[in-house]
C-alpha cells in the first residue's frame, strides 16, 4: 500500500506543468509573473461542487452558486462582497432570473477552458478560453482560501495580471 501511494504521489508530481516566468512592464517597472500552464475544461460534471481550496476549485464554486442564482453566496467568496453583490444583481436584472440562471450554468456546458494561471505575489489570474473570447478571472489567496477579486479598486498585481494577459491575447506570450 505505501508503494501504491509513493508512486501514485510520484505521478501526480510529474504531471504538474513546471512554472515560468513572464516579464511584464507595468507603470514603467518591470515584473515578473509567473504562469503554469493548466488545459483544464471545465465540464457539466464540475457543477455544484468547488472550494476555496484552489483558483480553480474557487471559480468552480463561485459559478455553481451563481447558476443555482445564489448572488449573495457567490459574493462571499469575493474580495469585496457588496460590489460582487451589485454588479450581478444589475446583470441578473437585465437578462431575467431565469435566463441568469441559464447562462452561468452554460459556465460548465460551452467547453470552457482554463488555460493557464498567470500568478503575481497572492494573486492569480486563470486564462479562460470561451467558445468566443479569452478572458481572465483573478483569485487572490487570504488566510488560505482563495477568494474572487471583485470590485473597481484593483491591486497592482491585478493590473499587471492584465497586462500579462492582454499579451497572451496579442500572441506575445506562447504557453
Known amino acids: ?104 450554468a452554460a459556465y460548465f456546458t460551452s467547453k470552457n477552458t482554463v488555460l493557464a494561471e498567470f500568478l503575481l505575489t497572492d494573486e492569480i489570474m486563470l486564462v479562460v478560453k470561451t467558445p468566443d473570447y479569452t478572458a481572465g478571472q483573478i483569485y487572490q489567496k487570504k488566510n488560505g482560501k482563495y477568494v474572487v477579486v471583485a470590485g473597481k479598486h484593483l491591486s497592482e498585481a491585478s493590473k499587471t495580471l492584465g497586462k500579462a494577459l492582454t499579451l497572451f491575447k496579442e500572441g506575445k506570450v506562447r504557453l
Open 1 to 104: 500500500m505505501k508503494a501504491f501511494a509513493l508512486t501514485f504521489g510520484m505521478l501526480l508530481l510529474s504531471s504538474l506543468a513546471p512554472a515560468k516566468d513572464l516579464l511584464v512592464n507595468a507603470g514603467g517597472k518591470d515584473m515578473t509573473v509567473q504562469y503554469s500552464v493548466v488545459n483544464r475544461e471545465i465540464s457539466e460534471k464540475d457543477r455544484g461542487r468547488g472550494s476555496q481550496n484552489s483558483a480553480i476549485e474557487c471559480s468552480i464554486l463561485y459559478y455553481s452558486l451563481l447558476a443555482q442564482g445564489d448572488i449573495e453566496g457567490a459574493s462571499q467568496l469575493a474580495t469585496e462582497p457588496a460590489a460582487a453583490v451589485e454588479l450581478w444583481t444589475q446583470y441578473r436584472e437585465r437578462l431575467g432570473a431565469d435566463d441568469f440562471r441559464k447562462e452561468m
